[in-house]
């Protein structure tokens, strides 16, 4: 008999509620659950009490960071996949992103179906 899959789990860390939800909208075409975060530090703090299949967070942000919160991140976790977003195409701010362990990132404002495209990849077993 073959077991249920397990529902994945996306956290999308903004501070901005309207992206939030459209986020959560794009993402519920996966039959995943879908966790939220005002800003890196209310991230962290949920991530030290479950663990999520893959991180959305955006660059900046008030308390911390899309940066700060990753460089924090990779010292416990080193392999939740993250997608980063961000108003700014900054080729050095990317350079940053990348080198802390950020995957994929999308340059707001975004189509659904780039973020759907990553998230579809990150997602498979």
Known sequence: MKSKPRVKKILVV??????RGLLKEILSTFSCEVLEANDGQEALDLLAKQTVDLVITDRAMPIMD????????????????????SAYGDEELWASAVGLGVEDYIVKPFAADDVLKIVKVKLRD
């Open 66 to 85: 899309g940066l700060e919160f990753l460089k924090q991140l990779r010292r416990e976790d080193t392999q939740t996949p993250v997608l980063m977003l």
């Open 14 to 19: 903004d501070d901005d509620v309207k992206m």
